[in-house]
Nanobody
Framework: VQLQASGGGLVQAGDSLRLSCTASGNTFNLYGMGWFRQTPGKEREFVAGIHWSTSTIFYGDSVKGRFLISRGDASNPIYLTMNSLKPEDTALYFC??????????????????WGQGTQVTVSS
């Protein structure tokens, strides 16, 4: 599967933004998908993930209660709605896919497929 995140931009603190993940290829045998983010010099951070067959959802602690991961169709399988954005949410956001059940949803190593990121910048 090929992935591409989009929808990023420059917003003010308190604003909302919705990211999309466009997919081409097989999305029918997925084990799950997720969103991660990364800032320069830091490791990629787990944002949210969803188990494909049960729709069980996981969130990183820093975004719980503010961000929402949701499913779409085969072409846009997941979205990330970000509310009450803070300057510390500024990062390059990636969507990722996994076909294996090995590893936890919050681990980068659990995902085998990554899209190019989309930049989100939140000004104070």
């Amino acid at each position: 599967v090929q992935l591409q995140a989009s929808g990023g931009g420059l917003v003010q603190a308190g604003d909302s933004l919705r990211l999309s993940c466009t997919a081409s290829g097989n999305t029918f045998n997925l084990y799950g998908m997720g969103w991660f983010r990364q800032t320069p010099g830091k490791e990629r951070e787990f944002v949210a993930g969803i188990h494909w067959s049960t729709s069980t959802i996981f969130y990183g602690d820093s975004v719980k209660g503010r961000f929402l991961i949701s499913r779409g169709d085969a072409s846009n399988p997941i979205y990330l709605t970000m509310n009450s954005l803070k300057p510390e949410d500024t990062a390059l956001y990636f969507c990722a896919a996994r076909y294996s059940g090995r590893g936890s949803f919050d681990s980068v190593q659990s995902y085998g497929y990554w899209g190019q990121g989309t930049q989100v910048t939140v000004s104070s």
